[in-house]
């Protein structure tokens, strides 16, 4: 499958060093992402975890799940909504059910691997007082492929679906069964072609936070403004969408308000920016950068900016295959998710690839009780956050890490706030991936 890359000259995989980018556009000159091999290596991995979880088919209705198997994407609004499916039958090829008209004529013309298995979905929702008749025409479609591959008796795994198609999926008589945990197994655990649009994605929000840093970030600016800047320069620069952009300032940042507003920028704000957007071919970049503007930082704000980093950086010194989750939040501060026993997604971790959230999240809330492995090319976004009461302003920051066989790489280059890093005991703004 596809072409063996000499690394003798490099000693190491390409797909692993973020210093080795490809531009997200093809050439004849130079392999690059194998967009072929990428679709039939998840497309195995989707299959090998119906084995272990013993299912007949999936019957996939989140868009995320669709894509992984079938390489098809419409955009992001209809990705959630429930009007199309893809069933992939064991022993059998995926057959995606498009939104009929010229929906499902551009499905025909874009994925000719897909041949002849693209049929009409059955919508059922809003459909007011036909719900039950549209879900059951919907149910007797995917039946349709159980019995073509002969797999209607046996276990169908679904990955989520609403109650009325729950009862037509009974009325069929199909043995549905929770399918979500075989696809979240089979995505945690990324490809080397979904590791180089991981890092191609990473690229372009590196790019977006310094152009935040040092043209943007400046006194009267609002955080919408930067907000738009920011949705500017990463749709030119090869992301399918922007999913949300954070831009906290000043007070805003304490309690940390997790969406932009008007609020103008002062100079001695801080400013936190989490950039969310789907990079090229459909993968995540999740970071977060905090700086002040047009000012020197306080004793107190260096504190809180070292306390952030190095509760992050000893938790992801932890990321590394054959560790744990109770390994990696072990090093967190107590917050939140220990008071309330719930996930506060501001001290934890989470794997990304084509969702923001996929596979594992990581939280003191429950991962020192229930610690999973941690595996060889499972990629994370790692964060922590000073949450403390009665400050006028705190720090959050976080970074995109690949789990290597050597240990965690970062892959989001942007450097840290040097007069909070200048004296750090391992060095001025010190950042694993600038080491040589």
């Given at each position: ?12 995989p390409?797909?692993?060093d973020?210093?080795?980018?490809y531009?997200h556009?093809?050439?004849?000159w130079?392999?690059?992402v194998?967009?072929d ?26 868009g995320a ?7 098809s ?7 959630n ?5 893809a ?8 057959v ?5 008209g ?5 499905a ?5 691997w ?52 729950l ?5 069929a008589g199909?043995?549905?069964?929770n ?7 089979a995505?945690i655990?990324k490809?080397?072609?979904?590791i180089?649009?991981?890092?191609q994605?990473a690229s ?9 840093k040092h ?5 009267g600016t609002?955080?919408r403004?930067?907000e738009?800047?920011?949705h ?13 952009i954070?831009?906290?300032s ?11 507003t008007d609020?103008i920028?002062?100079q001695?704000d ?13 993968y995540?970049?999740?970071?977060v ?6 000012a ?18 000893a ?11 109770a ?8 917050y939140?998710?220990d ?20 596979g ?8 020192l ?20 009461p ?5 720090c ?19 450097e840290?706030?040097?007069e909070?890093m200048?004296?750090?005991p391992?060095?001025s703004?010190?950042h ?5």
């Amino acid at each position: 499958m596809g072409y063996d890359m000499d690394l003798t000259f490099i000693e190491k995989p390409h797909y692993t060093d973020p210093r080795r980018l490809y531009s997200h556009q093809g050439a004849d000159w130079q392999y690059r992402v194998d967009h072929d091999r990428l679709r039939t290596e998840r497309l195995a991995r989707a299959r090998a975890q119906m084995e272990v979880f013993d299912l007949g088919a999936l019957v996939l209705f989140a868009g995320a799940n669709i894509r992984y198997i079938t390489g098809s994407y419409q955009g992001n609004w209809k990705y959630n909504i429930n009007i199309r499916y893809a069933v992939l039958p064991r022993g059998g090829e995926p057959v995606l059910f498009e939104t009929a008209g010229s929906d499902m004529q551009c499905a025909i013309i874009d994925l000719p691997w897909m041949k002849d298995r693209i049929r009409p979905a059955m919508t059922w929702q809003w459909a007011e007082g036909a719900v039950e008749h549209m879900a059951d025409k919907m149910a007797n479609s995917v039946l349709d492929v159980l019995k073509e591959n002969g797999v209607e008796k046996e276990k169908i795994g679904i990955d989520n679906f609403d109650l009325p198609s729950l009862e037509a999926f009974k009325k069929a008589g199909m043995n549905v069964v929770n399918g979500w945990p075989a696809m979240s197994q089979a995505r945690i655990v990324k490809t080397q072609d979904e590791i180089e649009l991981l890092k191609q994605a990473a690229s372009i929000g590196d790019a977006a936070m310094w152009k935040i840093k040092h043209e943007w970030f400046k006194p009267g600016t609002t955080e919408r403004q930067i907000e738009a800047k920011v949705h500017e320069f990463m749709l030119s620069s090869g992301c399918e969408i922007i999913y949300d952009i954070i831009v906290a300032s000043g007070g805003n940042t304490s309690p940390y308000r997790r969406w932009a507003t008007d609020k103008i920028i002062r100079q001695g704000d801080l400013l936190i920016v989490d950039i969310n957007a789907v990079g090229p071919g459909g993968y995540y970049i999740d970071f977060v950068r905090c700086m002040k503007c047009e000012a020197k930082m306080t004793q107190k704000e260096i504190d809180l900016y070292r306390e952030t980093y190095d509760s992050m950086y000893a938790g992801m010194e932890n990321l590394k295959p054959g560790k744990t989750t109770a390994d990696v939040v072990s090093k967190f501060p107590k917050y939140d998710d220990d008071k309330y026993g719930t996930v506060t997604l501001q001290q934890f971790a989470h794997s990304i690839g084509i969702t923001l959230y996929e596979g594992m999240w990581m939280s003191r809330a429950y991962s020192l009780d229930y610690p999973a492995e941690i595996k060889e090319n499972m990629y994370f976004a790692i964060e922590t956050f000073a949450g403390h009461p009665g400050l006028r302003q705190t720090c959050r920051l976080e970074e995109n890490v690949l789990v290597s066989k050597d240990g965690p790489v970062v892959f989001t280059l942007m450097e840290h706030m040097e007069e909070a890093m200048s004296n750090h005991p391992k060095g001025s703004a010190y950042h694993p991936s600038l080491e040589t």
